[in-house]
């Protein structure tokens, strides 16, 4: 089946530094990424929603200079956290959509965990 | 390897009940999640198991059997609402979540 990775698995960064996670939809081409942020326990929050090309779509409240996103190819996204600060630690999932037989199906990764120190 | 799967599509009707089944093999095994997506939105969490036994939080359930490696999510008094998918995804030992691809859930009044 389709299978959308992430890497890197953990990251710790020190405050200040710019952290880059990259999104891979492994065997299919994925025309829409997304980036979600996940606290212990509760919803998936969504970030961003990145088309390959063209600039990606920020949720209210997600800052678009600090959560850097590039969908270069329909195969790789991109999320860089800029100047990460302590309460940017989190969980990091991205998902992938693609259209199979008419049917929109989305996949997501493992996700990334981020911890700045 | 890690591998989840669930059943691709289930049907039911309203107000009746609907156990969602989940099986998983992961490395390690931190807990099993249910999210719940309706078509164009972000999944919202349901439950999270990490103990075997039955968890029931309203008109849902959730339940576990780490020797088994399963899981159910019981749906009770069925709502149109509740049309939507429902994703199971397990933890690893590297607390990484390995995702089911959803059972697509159609509910009839």
């Known amino acids: 089946g389709a299978v959308v990775s992430q890497h890197p698995s953990w990251v710790i960064c020190k405050s200040g530094t710019s952290v880059k996670i990259e999104c891979r939809s492994l065997d299919f081409q994925a025309t829409t990424m997304f980036w979600y942020r996940q606290f212990p326990k509760q919803s998936l929050m969504l970030m961003a929603t990145?088309?390959?090309?063209?600039?990606?779509?920020?949720e209210q409240g997600v800052e678009k200079d600090k959560f850097l996103i590039n969908h270069a190819s329909l195969t790789l996204s991109t999320l860089t956290v800029t100047s990460a600060h302590p309460e940017d630690s989190s969980f990091y999932i991205c998902?992938?959509?693609?259209?199979?037989?008419?049917?929109?199906?989305?996949?997501f990764g493992p996700g990334t965990r981020l911890l700045v120190l | 390897g890690q591998n989840i799967d669930q059943p691709t599509e289930m049907t039911a009707t309203e107000g009746a009940i609907v156990q969602i089944n989940c099986t998983y093999q992961?490395?390690?095994?931190?807990?099993l999640f249910w999210y719940q997506q309706h078509a164009g939105e972000a999944p919202t969490f349901l439950s999270y198991?990490?103990l075997d036994g039955l968890e029931e939080k309203g008109r849902f359930s959730s339940f576990l059997s780490r020797s088994k490696g399963y899981s159910y999510l019981l749906l009770k008094e069925l709502q149109m609402k509740d049309s939507a998918s429902y994703l199971c995804?397990?933890?690893?030992?590297?607390?990484?979540?390995?995702w089911g691809a959803g059972t697509k859930l159609i509910i009839k009044p």
């Open positions: 995804a397990a933890m690893d030992s590297n607390y990484q979540l390995i």
């Open positions: 990145s088309n390959e090309g063209s600039k990606a779509t920020y």
């Open positions: 992961t490395s390690g095994f931190n807990g």
């Open positions: 198991n990490v």
């Open positions: 998902s992938a959509r693609t259209i199979t037989d008419r049917q929109e199906t989305q996949y």
